[in-house]
T-cell receptor
Framework: GAGVSQSPSNKVTEKGKDVELRCDPI?????LYWYRQRLGQGLEFLIY????????KSGLPSDRFSAERTGESVSTLTIQRTQQEDSAVYLC??????????????FGPGTRLTVL | GENVEQHPSTLSVQEGDSAVIKCTYS??????FPWYKQELGKRPQLIID?????GEKKDQRIAVTLNKTAKHFSLHITETQPEDSAVYFC????????????FGAGTRLAVHP
């Protein structure tokens, strides 16, 4: 079946502009995660959604970052007033939720964000 | 705080040799430890994972060991091949079971023919 998809694949923006990144999870996956990966570095957890529970926003680096998810489908990550340090690849992952047991997270291809 | 340390940051081996990557984690409540492989410009792909109720898991040339007492786990790749060249990330689940993963910084493995 279809994997996790993200759009756009690349985004170049000017400092101070807002950007919106989109993630389409695997159908039936109730859990959705956003990560940030700076060049040559590991994955940094940003936010997590699971069903109708309140999202865990503990990884969001500042109040310029926000994310929404409609039901158990599409999620958007919004970065307001972008800064050069926001330049990174933003990865989305989704997983099944199996009654208290974590299941495999499947990653999308990422959106490469460049802030000039 | 939540932390996963990964070593080495780079690893170079000859084809056919073994490669070992080690990770330590800070949260003794962590119960799930996946390993991801990321090729240049591509998304991370799960290669193996282990849960805290076992000490070792194998899948062909790949094995993972877990020592919960010492809070460390390792990835072992035997009979390495050039196509094993990639960045490998370990991760540990934090915050009590909802799969919030904290990743190590990655190991760049180069397998030379």
């Amino acid at each position: 079946g279809a994997g996790v998809s993200q759009s756009p694949s690349n985004k170049v923006t000017e400092k101070g502009k807002d950007v919106e990144l989109r993630c389409d999870p695997i159908s039936g996956h109730t859990a959705l995660y956003w990560y940030r990966q700076r060049l040559g570095q590991g994955l940094e957890f940003l936010i997590y959604f699971q069903g109708n529970s309140a999202p865990d926003k503990s990884g969001l680096p500042s109040d310029r970052f926000s994310a929404e998810r409609t039901g158990e489908s599409v999620s958007t990550l919004t970065i307001q007033r972008t800064q050069q340090e926001d330049s990174a690849v933003y990865l989305c992952a989704s997983s099944l939720w199996l009654a208290g047991e974590p299941d495999t997270q499947y990653f999308g291809p990422g959106t490469r964000l460049t802030v000039l | 705080g939540e932390n996963v340390e990964q070593h080495p940051s780079t690893l170079s081996v000859q084809e056919g040799d073994s490669a070992v990557i080690k990770c330590t984690y800070s949260d003794s409540a962590s119960n799930y430890f996946p390993w991801y492989k990321q090729e240049l410009g591509k998304r991370p792909q799960l290669i193996i994972d282990i849960r805290s109720n076992v000490g070792e898991k194998k899948d062909q040339r790949i094995a993972v060991t877990l020592n919960k007492t010492a809070k460390h786990f390792s990835l072992h790749i035997t009979e390495t091949q050039p196509e094993d060249s990639a960045v490998y990330f370990c991760a540990a689940e934090f915050s009590g079971g909802y799969n919030k993963l904290i990743f190590g910084a990655g190991t760049r493995l180069a397998v030379h023919p």
